[in-house]
């Protein structure tokens, strides 16, 4: 079977889910039809026969869909193998990985793509969005400031040439005069140099070398020849070592969903992983080409208020910034994300800031509550099947283990 992912992408999206459900659900041989859908976003997935991608278009072009969605269909690779790499250093382990394996890896034949996690050398620069307001500092400067430099705890976030600006007034702080110079310490908290980028639960790098399944004892292969620095092992990791899954619970009751959930926490070496964050920035792109806000700057925007961050790549080490702390969505909207002669552009000005829509999971049509869960190392098999066991006990729950959501990336 190969699987195919339908994206939608628009205003029209999650109507669209339907329509295209329906469509794809009557080509021959289809199989287990997923969606998710949130806001201005969905994804439906469908297992198919042979040239599934191309019946899938096919079957689309026969439907009205809203001109305002935009529709991108691909075949889904699989994941051929994940490689844990381990070493004494993770940083020595993540160097071998991006300088000596991973490129024989992308070399061998059916290999599609390898995805390494873990190792990078990294350091938290956590944002605090008071004081860059009282201190008139506009996120572009700041992200800037600390992409560069040879050193984070001197970096100049704006110098005493820097226009003046209006005054920022925010509770229980006090604006600094835009003559003088700000340090990225002065509205940031800067992370020890030692840290880095998270690793698996087992202290190893994780790399995922995605293609066609029949691939996978080429790619052991590969990796088995590529000479290794001492202390540094390299080991195909069976379906035991996965370290998350998600639970899908169809059609069911809040109590039932209640009922697993207790069921889950009852599982020694399985833990329910939190909720990510239910924030959107929505952006009015015209109003922002108009006002002169780059994309990049937004997109950093969004990244920040929805918890997750993101990376700005420096010589030495990455730098990751963050928000030091859950703040007000009417001081998230004071953030400013450009400058114009007119004075500086805030997030208000250009985007709104709402709580994300609840997503909604279908399987075949059926609405889904999905869990997501995390596994102690080695745990996985055993506790699955305690899970299986002790779901099979609560009546009418029907439930089932996906180790990937085709909504991430996509959907909270």
């Given at each position: 079977?190969?699987?195919?992912?339908?994206s939608?992408e628009?205003?029209?999206?999650?109507?669209?889910?339907?329509?295209?459900?329906?469509?794809?659900?009557?080509?021959?041989?289809?199989?287990?039809?997923?969606?998710?859908?949130?806001?201005?976003?969905?994804?439906?997935?469908?297992?198919?026969?042979?040239?599934?991608?191309?019946?899938?278009?096919?079957?689309?072009?026969?439907?009205?869909?809203?001109a305002?969605?935009?529709?991108?269909?691909?075949?889904?690779?699989?994941?051929?193998?994940?490689?844990?790499?381990?070493?004494?250093?993770?940083?020595?382990?993540?160097?071998?990985?991006?300088?000596?394996?991973?490129?024989?890896?992308?070399?061998?034949?059916?290999?599609?793509?390898?995805?390494?996690?873990?190792?990078?050398?990294?350091?938290?620069?956590?944002?605090?969005?008071?004081?860059?307001?009282?201190?008139?500092?506009?996120?572009?400067?700041?992200?800037?400031?600390?992409?560069?430099g040879?050193?984070?705890?001197?970096?100049?976030?704006?110098d005493?040439?820097?226009?003046?600006?209006?005054?920022?007034?925010?509770?229980?702080?006090?604006?600094?005069?835009?003559?003088?110079?700000?340090?990225?310490v002065?509205?940031?908290?800067?992370?020890?140099?030692?840290?880095?980028?998270?690793?698996?639960?087992?202290?190893?790098?994780?790399?995922?070398?995605l293609?066609?399944?029949?691939?996978?004892?080429?790619?052991?292969?590969?990796?088995?020849?590529?000479?290794?620095?001492?202390?540094?092992?390299?080991?195909?990791?069976?379906?035991?070592?996965?370290?998350?899954?998600?639970?899908?619970?169809?059609?069911?009751?809040?109590?039932?969903?209640?009922?697993?959930?207790?069921?889950?926490?009852?599982?020694?070496?399985?833990?329910?992983?939190?909720?990510p964050?239910?924030?959107?920035?929505?952006?009015?792109?015209?109003?922002?080409?108009?006002?002169?806000?780059?994309?990049?700057?937004?997109?950093r925007?969004?990244?920040?208020?929805?918890?997750?961050?993101?990376?700005?790549?420096?010589?030495?080490?990455?730098?990751?910034?963050?928000?030091?702390?859950?703040?007000?969505?009417?001081?998230?909207?004071?953030?400013?994300?450009?400058?114009?002669?007119?004075?500086?552009?805030?997030?208000?000005?250009?985007?709104?800031?709402?709580?994300?829509?609840?997503?909604?999971?279908?399987?075949?049509?059926?609405?889904?509550?999905?869990?997501?869960?995390?596994?102690d190392?080695?745990?996985?098999?055993?506790?699955?099947?305690?899970?299986?066991?002790?779901?099979?006990?609560?009546?009418?729950?029907?439930?089932?283990?996906?180790?990937?959501?085709?909504?991430?990336?996509?959907?909270?």
């Amino acid at each position: 079977m190969t699987r195919v992912r339908v994206s939608l992408e628009g205003d029209g999206a999650t109507a669209a889910v339907v329509v295209v459900e329906g469509a794809v659900s009557s080509l021959a041989g289809s199989r287990s039809v997923r969606s998710v859908a949130c806001a201005d976003a969905a994804v439906v997935e469908v297992n198919a026969g042979p040239d599934a991608a191309a019946a899938v278009k096919d079957a689309l072009a026969k439907v009205k869909l809203p001109a305002d969605v935009f529709v991108d269909v691909r075949t889904v690779e699989d994941e051929v193998v994940v490689l844990a790499v381990r070493g004494s250093d993770p940083f020595v382990a993540r160097t071998f990985v991006d300088a000596q394996l991973a490129t024989p890896l992308s070399k061998v034949a059916g290999v599609v793509g390898v995805k390494v996690l873990g190792g990078r050398r990294e350091r938290q620069v956590r944002v605090d969005l008071e004081r860059m307001l009282a201190r008139d500092v506009s996120l572009p400067e700041l992200a800037q400031a600390a992409g560069g430099g040879a050193s984070l705890e001197a970096t100049i976030v704006r110098d005493q040439g820097s226009p003046p600006a209006e005054p920022t007034m925010t509770k229980g702080a006090e604006p600094t005069p835009s003559s003088a110079a700000v340090k990225l310490v002065d509205v940031a908290t800067i992370g020890p140099a030692s840290a880095g980028e998270p690793l698996r639960r087992d202290g190893a790098v994780s790399v995922r070398v995605l293609g066609a399944a029949g691939a996978r004892a080429a790619v052991i292969k590969a990796a088995a020849a590529v000479a290794r620095p001492a202390g540094i092992d390299v080991a195909a990791l069976d379906d035991d070592s996965v370290e998350s899954a998600d639970l899908i619970l169809i059609d069911a009751t809040p109590e039932q969903v209640l009922q697993a959930q207790r069921t889950v926490l009852g599982i020694p070496g399985v833990h329910l992983a939190e909720n990510p964050s239910s924030l959107q920035v929505i952006v009015d792109e015209k109003r922002a080409l108009e006002l002169g806000v780059s994309s990049n700057d937004v997109a950093r925007v969004a990244a920040i208020a929805a918890g997750d961050g993101f990376v700005l790549v420096r010589n030495t080490e990455n730098v990751v910034l963050r928000l030091e702390r859950a703040v007000p969505l009417e001081l998230m909207g004071q953030l400013i994300v450009a400058r114009s002669a007119a004075g500086p552009v805030r997030l208000l000005d250009v985007a709104r800031i709402e709580t994300r829509p609840a997503r909604s999971d279908r399987l075949d049509g059926k609405a889904v509550q999905r869990l997501r869960l995390s596994f102690d190392v080695g745990v996985r098999k055993r506790a699955l099947a305690a899970l299986d066991q002790e779901l099979r006990s609560l009546k009418g729950v029907r439930a089932l283990i996906e180790r990937d959501d085709i909504g991430a990336g996509v959907c909270p």
